[in-house]
């Protein structure tokens, strides 16, 4: 029966199991909100210090590529939410499959971050004191790079290891470990990925369309 | 012992996450668009456009994390774990903004935001020190 095969002997049951574990992943999310919550707060004062400077520095990040980045990790938000479903459903083809979409659209989604990140290194809109770029107006715009940079920076470390996470996640389907009985590791590394997916929806309108 | 299963394995229905990731992407467009009409010079309110950008945002952070999260189904423990992070969050930004925008209300040494104040003497080096050495007794 599922209740041998799956349970810790520390648990009365499936349902406390699986219960206790999600509750320790929404306390680590938690803990990622108030993460991410420091940089936004940087981001608040130096936006209310140098209004002028992030409307004017903004316009330099590309709209589009970030637009195509939302698209890909809500679809990639989608997809996982999909295979958690057909874990349910015992239908571990399926799940497979939309993990391995989940994975190509992070991808995607780095791929074009590089492309972004290599255009302002070369013009150099760097953090700080490696900033170079001149054609911004107003005052202190390295600092706007130094908070893109760090906020971005962190979320995309979230992506390649929420890449990975799901990766290990798809050989343990594969490998035949988890039923519609037992599958609170892939709700987990679900939710981290959906958190992945909420600081995006604040980070792309803070950054690229503010003004 | 029935409800309680029930109650863990909750199958979502297909087309609710259809429906939800159709409303994030259509949401993404319309704040896309909004970002290209200065609602802030039609009306004259200051950061008209920043509030629009921020609404549309928590509906999308709210529809994920209620479906595709499944704090819509869920032990509501996990709802009032998230709730009590973004509570820390706010009264973290808000009482360091209060504090950084408007220190010289209730501060008369220091009348303006700290980003406007120069640095106290000290901190700064000898060059200002014998300018404003009559200041620094009350």
């Known amino acids: 029966m599922a209740q041998t095969k799956y349970l810790a002997h520390h648990f009365t049951d499936l349902e406390q199991q699986s219960e206790s574990a999600k509750m320790g992943m929404w306390l680590f999310l938690l803990t990622e909100i108030l993460l991410f919550g420091g940089v936004f707060v940087a981001y608040a004062i130096y936006r209310a210090w140098h209004p002028e400077t992030f409307i004017n520095a903004h ?19 989608l997809t996982i939410a999909l295979a958690i479903r057909d874990m349910q459903l015992d239908r571990r083809k399926q799940c497979m499959r939309n993990l391995i979409i989940t994975i190509l659209l992070a991808g995607v989604f780095l791929v074009i971050k590089y492309f972004e990140y290599s255009h302002k290194f070369h013009v150099g809109m760097l953090p700080g004191k490696f900033y170079t770029f001149d054609g911004i107006e107003g005052t202190n715009p390295h600092i706007f790079f130094s908070i893109y940079f760090l906020l971005t920076g962190i979320h ?20 035949g470990h988890f039923s519609s009985n037992y599958f609170v590791p892939i709700e987990a590394v679900g939710l981290y990925w959906h958190l992945v997916d909420l600081i995006w929806i604040f980070l792309f309108p803070l950054l690229y369309l503010i003004g | 012992m029935s409800h309680t299963s029930e109650h863990k394995n909750h199958i979502t229905p297909l087309w609710v996450y259809y429906a939800v990731g159709t409303s994030l992407l259509f949401l993404t467009m319309i704040t896309v668009a909004a970002s290209y009409i200065p609602f802030s010079q039609f009306t004259g309110i200051g950061s008209l456009n920043f509030a629009v950008a921020m609404i549309i945002a928590i509906i999308k952070a709210t529809l994920v ?18 709730l009590a992070g973004i509570l820390c969050l706010l009264i973290f930004i808000v009482v360091t903004m209060f504090d950084t925008q408007y220190r010289g209300l209730i501060n008369p040494e220091e009348k303006t935001p700290i980003i406007q104040q120069t640095a106290p003497e000290q901190f700064v080096g000898k060059k200002h020190h014998e300018a404003s050495q009559e200041d620094t007794h009350h």
């Open chain 2, 65 to 82: 994390a209620l479906f595709f999260m499944h704090l819509a189904y869920d032990n509501k423990f996990y709802l009032f774990s998230l």
């Open chain 1, 59 to 77: 316009r330099f990040l590309d709209v589009r590529l970030g637009t195509i980045n939302t698209i890909v990790l809500i679809v990639s938000s």
């Open chain 1, 156 to 175: 995309g470390l979230h992506i390649i290891i929420g890449m990975s996470l799901i990766a290990w996640m798809l050989l343990k389907v594969k490998k």
